[in-house]
Nanobody, 124 residues
Framework: QVQLVESGGGLVQAGGSLRLSCAASGRTFSSYAMGWFRQAPGKERDFVAAITWSGDGTYYAVSVKGRFTISRDNAKNTVWLQMNSLKPEDTAVYYC?????????????????WGQGTQVTVSS
């Protein structure tokens, strides 16, 4: 079992930055590839970014590539999502997820554990 707790969400103006954190507890964090997803009101949960269990591989949705950066520290059992140049369309609840796999995944059903989510609101 892996427990995931996100933090760092909030209200920010367009063009601003936020850094989301996801703290993991339970089984060996380094055995899990990690991902970030987001869900806006009335929409499906969408893939944002993912990272391999070693941290040497990352993948981003087209909509965030070049603006967001995913990283992890296995010694701290933490994964981050640095979000820069935020846009109003980035407004959503952001979820952290863990997949018992070495390689990253971009499909939500391939993830085994999920956090409770953190709200990000970007004002225009």
């Amino acid at each position: 079992q892996v427990q995931l707790v996100e933090s760092g969400g909030g209200l920010v103006q367009a063009g601003g930055s936020l850094r989301l954190s996801c703290a993991a507890s339970g089984r060996t964090f380094s055995s899990y590839a990690m991902g970030w997803f987001r869900q806006a009101p009335g929409k499906e949960r969408d893939f944002v970014a993912a990272i391999t269990w070693s941290g040497d591989g990352t993948y981003y949705a087209v909509s965030v590539k070049g603006r967001f950066t995913i990283s992890r520290d296995n010694a701290k059992n933490t994964v981050w999502l640095q979000m820069n140049s935020l846009k109003p369309e980035d407004t959503a609840v952001y979820y952290c997820a863990a997949a018992h796999s070495s390689y990253y995944h971009i499909v939500s059903r391939e993830y085994d554990y999920w956090g409770q989510g953190t709200q990000v609101t970007v004002s225009s």
